[in-house]
């Protein structure tokens, strides 16, 4: 069965009008309803937006796909929308850059870089594995951003896009050593583009603030680095927020690992366009020792594709 076998043409809501996201989806149980003469509406409203509350449906690139198992309900039925107006929310932001991405789009042939992409995009999908409330949301050419919020089950979205980071610095086998920048605050939800293609994704303040962070960020001889706005660590302790990690020792049995995280102080830098803003860091001083870089390891595979005789170029 496909969707073509479930998805009518008067089941499409080519621009529903709603303020929020329980407001949407509301309306799109309502139109399932009348449309399929189902019973129980208020029943079928509740549990999807319970199912909502308890784990997000949302798949990023602004696409969701709200669902409920209904008792007595023995089939699919399915409405589909889209909010042309957007829908505005509280996340927190966190944008990965890849480093040094213009040297190595003009040191890298480009089916080295495509490689190279790739690896980087399963790495950062690995980082959202551990944690149910980030929504990966799109990939910017040279960055990936991340979203954390409250609507998608986190309760401190900040601290979980601290955690995410930290994930990533820990677990850099291949030396990406990406830019990575965060902020939190209003974003909406929407659709760009024109009548006959358009695209969907998330729009607002935090976005350009974490992308800015993350530029700014000042690197120096550390491992990785995490910049954000300072006013956003508010009174956290950095041991609470990265708490040790325990290990097997073949000696000592269970371990705590000493603190390989730093917390800096407030700095300000200027920010272009909106003045001086006050910026903190944490930065990882412990250096992985990777056996390969994901550079090298990207023309590695480029010559063995070359060497097996599967890579040809189209005239």
């Known amino acids: 069965m496909g ?111 495509l490689i190279y992409l790739n690896m980087f995009l399963v790495w950062m999908r690995e980082s959202t594995l551990i944690d149910r409330f980030c929504v990966l949301e799109r990939f910017l050419d040279n960055a990936l951003i991340l979203l954390f919020s409250k609507r998608f089950g986190s309760e401190d979205p900040f601290v979980d896009a601290l955690q995410a980071a930290r994930w990533m610095g820990d677990h850099d086998a291949l030396k990406f050593c990406p830019d990575i920048g965060i902020a939190s605050g209003t974003v909406m939800a929407g659709f760009t583009g024109t009548p006959k293609e358009y695209s969907t994704s998330v729009f607002g303040c935090p976005l350009i603030l974490a992308a800015g962070c993350a530029r700014l960020n000042p690197r120096g001889d550390v491992a990785s680095m995490i910049t954000f706005p300072a006013d956003e660590w508010k009174k956290r302790s950095l041991d609470d927020v990265f708490q040790p990690i325990e290990y097997n020792h073949p000696e000592k049995g269970t371990s705590t690992q000493s603190q390989t995280w730093i917390l800096g102080d407030p700095r300000e830098v200027e920010f272009p366009g909106t003045g001086r803003i006050a910026l903190r860091d944490i930065a990882n001083v412990i250096h992985s020792m990777p056996s390969v870089s994901a550079e090298k390891k990207a023309r590695e595979w480029v010559d063995l594709i070359r060497a097996k005789g599967f890579y040809k170029k189209n005239d």
């Open 3 to 113: 969707i073509q076998d479930i998805l009518q043409k008067n089941a499409i809501i080519t621009n529903i009008d709603a303020g929020n996201k329980n407001e949407l989806l509301t309306r799109m149980a309502h139109h399932l309803v009348l449309l399929y003469d189902l019973k129980d509406q208020d029943i079928i409203v509740q549990k999807i937006l319970d199912h909502e509350l308890d784990m997000s449906t949302g798949i990023g690139f602004g696409i969701a796909i709200p669902h409920a198992r209904i008792e007595g309900i023995d089939r699919v039925y399915m409405v589909a929308a889209r909010s042309v107006k957007g829908i505005e929310f509280e996340a927190t932001v966190l944008y990965a850059g890849i480093s040094d991405f213009a040297r190595l789009s003009v040191e890298l042939a480009p089916a080295e870089m």
